[in-house]
C-alpha cells in the first residue's frame, strides 16, 4: 500500500467554511480524503478524469460533485485536457456547520437528503450547475462574510432541488448508509449485503418480500434504478474495489471473495463498468494515495 499523509485542514473553529478559486494548466494533487464535507467545481475542465471512490468518469466543460464521507477517495486528475485556464472552486465545510437539530427541520429537508446522498459523491446536473453559477461565480470575492454564508446557504438549497444529481461510487466501496426507502427494498437490500459472495436467485429475493419474481424484478428497479440483477453485480464490484484499495489480496482472491465464479468474466464485467481492469484500477490509488 502507498504511504500515507495525513494533513491539517484549512478550516480553523471560527470560519463557516473555506473557500479558495484556483486557476491552473494542470491537477497535480494526488487522490485522498477528508473528514470535511466538500463541493468541487470545475470549469472550461473538458477531458479531466474524476475518481471519486470506484467511480471514474471523463467530464466536460462544467462539474460540480459534493462530497460528505470523511473515507471516500476522489481527485480530479490531468487525462485529456489541453485547456490552460481550467478554473476550480473548491468549498471545504464542516459536518457540523448545520447541526443535526438544524437538517432535522422540515425547511431542511431536501437539504438532509442530499447530504445523504453525497456519502458517495453527488454529481449535479448541468440545470442545476447554471442555476447557481452565479453564486459559486462571486463567493470567493465577496468581502461580506454573512453574505458569503447566505449565498453558500442557497447554492446547497438550489442544489438539494436537482432530481437529475447523480451518486458516484457504489454503496459498496464508500460504505455509505443505506437510503430511507420501501420496506421491501431495504430487505432484498439487505439480503444481497448479507449473501452477495453467493449465488441468489430472483425467486429468492421475490420470496423474501412475498412477491411474483417478475414483479419484483419491476418493483426494484423502479425503487433503484437498476434491476436486482444489475444491483447485485454492483455491489460485488463495489466490495471487490473496496478490496482492491485496501487489501494485498490477489485479483482472483478478490474475484472468488466477491462472489464471482470466473475471472475472465470478473476482469471484463469491472473493466466494462468500471473504466478500467483491476490491476489499473489498484494501481491508480496505490500509486497517489493521500488523506488530507
Known amino acids: 500500500m502507498a504511504k500515507v499523509l495525513r494533513e491539517i485542514t484549512s478550516i480553523t473553529d ?11 494548466s494542470e491537477f497535480t494533487w494526488p487522490i485522498h480524503s477528508h473528514e470535511v464535507y466538500e463541493l468541487n467545481y470545475i470549469e472550461r475542465g473538458k477531458g479531466v478524469h474524476r475518481v471519486v471512490g470506484d467511480s471514474i468518469e471523463e467530464i466536460g466543460e462544467y462539474d460540480l460533485v459534493l462530497i460528505t464521507s470523511d473515507g471516500l477517495e ?39 437528503k442530499m447530504f445523504e446522498r453525497a456519502q458517495m459523491g453527488l454529481a449535479f446536473s448541468m440545470p442545476a450547475i447554471m442555476r447557481v453559477y452565479h453564486l459559486l461565480d462571486t463567493l470567493a470575492s465577496k468581502e461580506e462574510r454573512m453574505e458569503q454564508f447566505l449565498d453558500m446557504l442557497k447554492i446547497l438549497y438550489e442544489l438539494s432541488q436537482d432530481t437529475d444529481a447523480r451518486t458516484l461510487a457504489s454503496n459498496a466501496f464508500a460504505l455509505a448508509d443505506a437510503d430511507r426507502e420501501s420496506r421491501r427494498v431495504s430487505k432484498a437490500k439487505e439480503y444481497i449485503a448479507n449473501h452477495y459472495t453467493e449465488e441468489i436467485k430472483l425467486e429468492t429475493l421475490a420470496a423474501l418480500v412475498a412477491m411474483a419474481p417478475s414483479a419484483f424484478s419491476r418493483f426494484f428497479k423502479q425503487h433503484t434504478g437498476r434491476g436486482p440483477v444489475d444491483y447485485i453485480i454492483d455491489v460485488r464490484l463495489g466490495v471487490a474495489a473496496r478490496m482492491l484499495v485496501d487489501t494485498s489480496a490477489s485479483v482472483s482472491e478478490i474475484c472468488y471473495a466477491c462472489g464471482f465464479n470466473n475471472l475472465s468474466n470478473f476482469n471484463r464485467t469491472f473493466k466494462a463498468r468500471r473504466g478500467y481492469t483491476p490491476r489499473d484500477f489498484r494501481a491508480l490509488f496505490t500509486k497517489s494515495r493521500v488523506y488530507v
Do not use: M
Not at 15 to 24: A, G, L, M, N, T
Open 74 to 112: 476522489h481527485a480530479w486528475e490531468q487525462g485529456n485536457c489541453k485547456e490552460q485556464d481550467i478554473r476550480e472552486i473548491t468549498i471545504q465545510f464542516s459536518p457540523k456547520l448545520l447541526g443535526s437539530e438544524l437538517l432535522a427541520k422540515n425547511q431542511f429537508a431536501s437539504v438532509r
Open 14 to 24: 471560527k470560519d463557516c467554511f473555506y473557500i479558495v478559486e484556483r486557476h491552473k
